[in-house]
């Protein structure tokens, strides 16, 4: 289940470079699995790329998944909390508030081409000064490719009502459930009717939609530890492989194979 998001902590800056300087040196976080980072907010933008393991990010307005294909995009002041899946290796990149307007104004995982994971990587493994010339080529080449990486839309929801938290936070918790949304609304004292009503009103999706994309959202997380299709779709409640494989390729946009091949590649 995601961190709790809670406005503490900010954490502030004092200047608005024009580019990079000194104080916006790329930083190495390793993260053990299950390891949470508290909800906090920065006046500037941050790229978070999980060069081994898989890292979730979540909002007011959603949870992203984001495993080593992906890329995370969080613009400044969104107050976002983070959870490691596997031992998980976050590379963060500063980005001065000048330049995030060259990104979107709202967090967005993006695909990771292999130019820009090597870019990215050559900017968080050497040691020299963020100012030089080579590591200003480098960050120009990361938001070249950002600027024509294809965005991921696969943005879970997460609603406010306390209602329909309860509910989405035993399905967080245990995402295989088959229990129904009746039976759910008798385990947290609400009626199958007014779920099914916030589910629409809040979330803009069905209760069926919004299950099925948290278990999307958890497959990326296994099909990125190389865990393999058919144990994939048994441990997240589907049915059979099939009914998996159709879901996950009319969302992701991929079979779960093919996904899984693009991970394990991008961890080698």
């Known amino acids: 289940m995601p961190p709790v998001l809670r406005q503490d902590i900010p954490v502030t800056r004092q200047h608005e470079p024009v580019f990079l300087s000194i104080d916006d040196a790329p930083a190495c976080e390793p993260m053990a699995h299950g390891e949470d980072i508290a909800a906090h907010f920065h006046d500037y933008g941050q790229l978070r790329y999980a060069a081994s393991g898989a890292l979730v990010t979540a909002t007011r307005v959603g949870t992203w998944v984001a495993p080593a294909s992906r890329i995370m995009w969080v613009p400044p002041f969104s107050v976002h909390s983070s959870h490691a899946y596997g031992r998980t290796d976050v590379r963060v990149l500063p980005v001065p508030a000048a330049l995030a307007e060259q990104l979107p104004p709202e967090p967005s995982v993006f695909v990771a081409s292999a130019l820009m994971r090597e870019a990215y990587l050559a900017m968080t ?30 943005r879970l929801p997460e609603p406010n009502d306390v209602r329909l938290k309860a509910v989405t936070d035993l399905l967080h918790a245990d995402p295989a459930s088959p229990a129904t949304l009746a039976e ?15 589910f629409g009103s809040e979330l803009s999706m069905s209760f069926h939609q919004w299950r099925t994309l948290l278990r999307i959202q958890r497959a990326l997380l296994e099909l990125s530890e190389d865990a393999s299709v058919t144990d994939t779709a048994m441990r997240l409640g589907w049915a059979n492989p ?11 946009g991929q079979t779960p194979g093919r996904y899984r091949s693009t991970a394990r590649a991008a961890h080698d």
Not at 184 to 195: A, F, N
Not at 242 to 252: D, G, K, M, N, R
């Open 125 to 154: 493994n050497d040691r020299e000064p963020v100012d030089s010339p080579r590591a200003r080529l480098l960050f120009e080449v990361v938001i070249a490719e950002l600027d024509r990486a294809p965005q991921e839309s696969l």
């Open 184 to 198: 759910l609304g008798h385990r947290t004292g609400s009626s199958e009717r007014t779920l099914s009503r916030l």
């Open 242 to 252: 099939s009914s998996f494989i159709e879901a996950f390729t009319e969302l992701v």
